[in-house]
Structures are given as C-alpha cells and as structure tokens.
C-alpha cells in the first residue's frame, strides 16, 4: 500500500518550489511518490552515513532535497553533513536543503520518547544548477 501524504504536505512542497523556481525539475526522483518522503526516526534510532544514490544516472541529475523537521525528538537526531561532517543546527519546522547525493549525511541517535519526523521533498535536477 502507498503512503498517502496530507494536503498540506502537497501546499509545502508547492510552495517551495515556487520559493526557490523550481518548476522546470522533477518531483520525482528514484521512483519516489510524489517526490516526497515521510521519516519517522524512533527513540534510538539513526540514520547511517550515506550518500543518495543520483536521482539518474545516465542524465547525471543530482537528488535535492529540500526538508522540513517537523517534529524534533526529546534530544539527539542530530544531522551531520558534508566531508567532512559538520552539524547543521536544525529547528523544528525549519526548512533545509542541500544536494543529498552529492554530500554524506547521518544522523545521531534519536534519545527520550518522541520521535523525529521529518518531510522530505525531493527533486531531480543537474548538479551544477543546485551550485549556482
């Protein structure tokens, strides 16, 4: 079964791409629906060192993500990324981007008893658009 998502997810991510004119670039990106992704991190939980695979690998379009924390934990859940690893200090309800499958990323164990929600929208677009 397809996870559906709720409107406002959909508004989010219309209004990012309008934000930042990203009209011309798929929303989806290695076949995921809609170009987004719910993750839901749970009390000790993490996310591993990684880098996205590329959204193509024949047309070399880089996978952007554009995130939304909306719900932070209790503590930990921290995201690390880049080469090397650097902390990005992300509030709840905090917008953040960056090209997932051209930097490593993790993220810390999540501690207490809440967990870690994160929205990502994700698009395809080639990697030297992203750096200008």
């Known amino acids: 079964m397809k996870p559906e998502y709720p409107r406002v997810a959909f508004d989010v991510f219309d209004r990012v791409v ?11 990106a290695n076949g995921v629906k809609d ?5 839901c991190t749970k009390p000790q939980g993490d996310t591993y ?8 690998r024949v047309g070399g379009l880089a996978a ?9 934990p209790e503590s930990g859940g921290e995201l690390f990324l880049g080469d090397p ?3 990005i200090d992300i509030e709840e309800r905090e917008l953040h ?3 997932a499958s051209a930097h490593q990323h ?8 809440r967990c870690r929600y994160m929205w990502i929208f994700r698009v395809a677009m080639p990697l030297t658009d992203w750096e200008q």
Do not use: R, W
């Not at 309008?18 to 989806?28: E, M, P, R, T, V």
């Not at 170009?35 to 993750?39: D, K, L, Q, R």
């Not at 993790?106 to 008893?113: I, M, N, Y």
């Open 49 to 56: 060192l990684h880098t996205d695979p590329m959204a193509d």
């Open 85 to 87: 690893l650097q902390l």
């Open 18 to 28: 309008d934000q930042y004119s990203l009209g011309g670039y798929a929303k989806q």
């Open 64 to 72: 952007v993500t554009f995130n939304v924390l909306v719900q932070a």
């Open 97 to 99: 981007c960056y090209a």
């Open 106 to 113: 993790k993220v810390t164990p999540v501690e207490g008893d």
């Open 35 to 39: 170009g987004m992704i719910v993750v």
